[in-house]
């Protein structure tokens, strides 16, 4: 059995939020710090996942939940929405879904929508693999 801690689910978000391209040709930035002034911008924001054990035995975690939400920030509403369907379409690949969508909000200082999205998967210890969460 593998145990799967938060930091390692926040090291597999980063390193697949990566990689996606909002822009062609340029990775869009992800960052686990709310950005200022001088960030790059588009950027996403992955935020602390929050972890839940469902069940475990002798004190050992078999099935987890993994809650996370991701920021996205960028010049435009539409822009932003763009993001989170990019994003969407990568946590599939791990069987990662969103479960919730908050409105989009004009950040005065930076001068960027910011768009967040919440997810959730459950982690299967015994088969080291993410479930859907029914």
Known sequence: ???FTTKQMSDM???MLENIEDVKGTKTETTLTTPTTESKFPVR????????????RNA??????F???IEHWGDKQRFCMEMVNNTDLELRKKNIVRTNTSPILFD???????LITTYEVRYNAITNSFEYVR
């Open 67 to 69: 809650q996370f939400s």
């Open 108 to 114: 005065p200082i930076t001068k960027k929508y910011r």
């Open 60 to 65: 050992i975690p078999i099935r987890k939940t």
């Open 13 to 15: 978000l980063n390193d």
């Open 1 to 3: 059995m593998n145990d």
């Open 45 to 56: 924001v992955i935020n602390t996942p929050l972890e839940s054990v469902n069940k475990s």
